[in-house]
């Protein structure tokens, strides 16, 4: 019998959530997402140092800023993730940007134009945004351009419509912190159909489904087989190795649980946003506005780690550099 990995393979596009080049090839996704704490991770790893040390050597010979340096570092694991996988790859804005719509504008096309100089096109890269109000704003202006965008830090339906509204190419709900709140507030567990990361998943893939709306729903932040089993049939799930390899040596049986054919019926009244309508509701959803506040500030976190990083590698370069070579 085919394994859980392949049947859900049949009926959802599997998107790796890693900057582990090898884990993707070991795998075989379509698609691949990355942010700062995955990025911090991958450059940490002795089979990536190269990819480190030129990004170093081009920040030292253009006169670079860290920041600079960073997001080379972010495109160049991205560039090589593209000769991995047939699909996109997604490389997230600045965290610490997330309330700045210029700045996140701007850099969402210094990425693209960095993609391109290196020969791979826009229609293969998703440039991710937090889903604030002002990252849903940049997002619309990035699309017109042509620039598609992955919608990341989303964990409420109003969030996703307003997401829609600005016409992203994707959202990513993330399952698995919604119920991390949950399980904290209530003082119990909650089983896959039960789950409130999953209902809310389901919830916006309804609402997108009966109101025809095109933007992807890519489920992510997974903390079980359960949960993912439990989205069987989402346009896309984004999930990371260790759960892939269990996905890959499960060969049960996997039943779809989504379909577009069938989601009117279980869809939420539509509803009509504008900015205080939605900040309203964001406010009047307490797990939604805690975890997004968190998100940000874990990712701006682990971005200042990774700076940090470059800092004290470009340190070492000129260092090295200084004291010459060895007699």
């Not at 379509?30 to 704490?37: G, I, L, S």
């Not at 050597?57 to 960073?70: C, D, I, Y």
Request: charged fraction near 25%; aromatic fraction near 6%; proline fraction near 3%.
């Amino acid at each position: 019998m085919a394994s859980k990995l392949d049947q859900l393979k049949s009926m959802t596009t599997i998107v790796a959530d890693t900057g582990d080049m090898e884990a993707i090839g070991a795998f075989k996704p379509t698609d691949c997402t990355t942010n700062p704490t995955l990025i911090l991770k991958a450059a940490q790893m002795e089979a990536y140092r190269h990819i480190v040390d030129e990004a170093i050597e081009w920040g030292r010979s253009h006169r670079a800023v860290t920041s600079q340096v960073t997001d080379r570092l972010a495109v160049s694991f991205g560039a090589e993730l593209a000769k991995i996988v047939p699909g996109r790859v997604s490389t997230e804005v600045d965290a610490d940007l997330s309330f700045d719509v210029e700045g996140m504008v701007a850099k969402g096309r210094a990425i693209i134009a960095d993609y391109e100089a290196r020969g791979v096109p826009r229609a293969r890269v998703l440039i991710k945004l937090a889903s604030t109000w002002e990252g849903i704003r940049a997002c619309e202006i990035l699309q017109r351009e042509g620039i598609d965008c992955n919608m990341t830090l989303l964990f409420c339906l109003a969030q996703a419509i307003a997401c829609a509204d600005a016409d992203a190419f994707l959202i990513s709900p993330f399952v698995g912190r919604i119920l991390d709140w949950h399980v904290k507030a209530a003082g119990r567990t909650f089983g896959p159909e039960e789950d409130p990361g999953v209902l809310s998943v389901r919830a916006i893939y309804a609402y997108y489904k009966a109101y025809g709306i095109d933007t992807v729903v890519m489920g992510a932040s997974f903390r079980s087989l359960g949960e993912i089993e439990a989205l069987a049939g989402c346009d896309r799930l984004t999930i990371a190795p260790a759960l892939l390899d269990e996905l890959a040596k499960d060969e049960g049986t996997l039943v779809r649980k989504l379909d577009a054919a069938h989601a009117a019926a279980h869809a939420p009244a539509q509803i009509s946003l504008d900015e205080k309508t939605f900040r309203f509701l964001l406010n009047e959803d307490a797990m939604a506005t805690e975890k997004l506040a968190e998100g940000i500030r874990l990712f701006a976190k682990d971005l200042r780690a990774l700076r940090e990083l470059v800092a004290r590698r470009m340190e070492d370069s000129v260092a090295a550099d200084q004291a010459g070579p060895l007699p």
